[in-house]
């Protein structure tokens, strides 16, 4: 009986011990757990390409760069570089709108260097330069353009009272010219009409301020008529001139008409 007992007392013993692991043996060693991958560093996002600004190495220019007044020249604004993505807003000014007008803005396409507009001009009556200015980026550029007013020109005709168009005639009581000078048919801003008449060596001038383009011709009469050619009648050879002058001065070309010249048996014609 106590020999059991203590038989069961040794086994608790040595199941104990084997569950604590008694004596000299090592534990069994653990592996240990493997390092974590650091995780990949996120790649940066790319820096925004610069905005080109249109100094160094971009322009802008007007063509042509004089035109008379209403006249649309073609501008073009070109940058240094394309314009980035959305593309790029150029700010437009004139120095006087009311002589040459531009757009508020205009906007360079994406991937693309310029961009090309119309510009709007006035009337003027002498020529008058504006400065007009693109700015983009922080930076600007500017061109000129020349408006010029509409050219000077002279244009008229003759008509008598008893011969018609292209004529004049000796009036039977007064012996001056029964014709009109009309030049109504110039253009441009005409301040005065500068008109001449010559029957052989004798030329006789006279000036009309604007708005008189149509005039009787003065110091006319048998002084004048008996310097005529072609005598054999029925009329003797006029040549008539007209050139106009603005209010600074500048003059039109002279034009000429061969006008006829009908005596009517006075101042001693027969004819």
């Known amino acids: 009986m106590h020999a ?7 086994a608790l ?81 004139s120095d006087d709108p009311t002589i040459v007008r531009v757009p508020a803005s205009v906007t360079v396409a994406a991937g693309s260097r310029s961009v090309t507009f119309l510009v709007e001009t006035s009337t003027v009556r002498t020529a008058i330069t504006v400065r007009l200015t693109a700015t983009y980026g922080g930076a600007s550029m500017t061109t000129t353009v020349t408006v010029t007013p509409p050219p000077l020109v002279a244009s008229f005709v ?32 005409v301040s005065n009409y500068l008109w001449t008449y010559t029957v052989g060596a004798t030329t006789v001038r006279q000036t009309a301020a604007s708005p008189n383009a149509i005039i009787g011709p003065q110091g006319t009469g048998c002084p004048l008529y008996q310097q ?20 600074f001065g500048v003059v039109s070309d002279v034009v000429r008409q061969q006008v006829r010249l009908y005596p009517n048996r006075q101042c001693g014609f027969s004819y």
Do not use: H, N
């Open 158 to 189: 003759v008509r008598s009272r008893t011969r018609g168009p292209g004529a004049c005639a000796a009036d039977e009581q007064s012996q001056e010219l029964d014709c009109v000078f009309d030049g109504s048919a110039s253009q441009g801003f």
């Open 4 to 10: 059991r007992r203590l038989f069961a007392v040794l």
């Open 13 to 93: 013993i040595v199941s104990t011990c084997a569950v604590a692991q008694c004596g000299s043996a090592s534990p069994a060693a653990t592996a240990p757990s493997p390092a974590p991958s650091p995780a990949p560093a996120p790649s940066p996002a790319p820096a925004p390409a610069p905005s080109p600004a249109p100094g160094g190495g971009g322009s802008f220019s007007v063509t042509p760069a004089a035109i008379q007044g209403q006249g649309q020249p073609q501008a073009t604004v070109t940058l240094a570089a394309a314009a980035p993505d959305g593309g790029a807003l150029v700010v437009l000014r």
């Open 228 to 247: 005529g050619t072609g005598g054999d009648g029925p009329f003797l050879r006029m040549e008539a001139t007209l050139q106009v002058r603005d209010a």
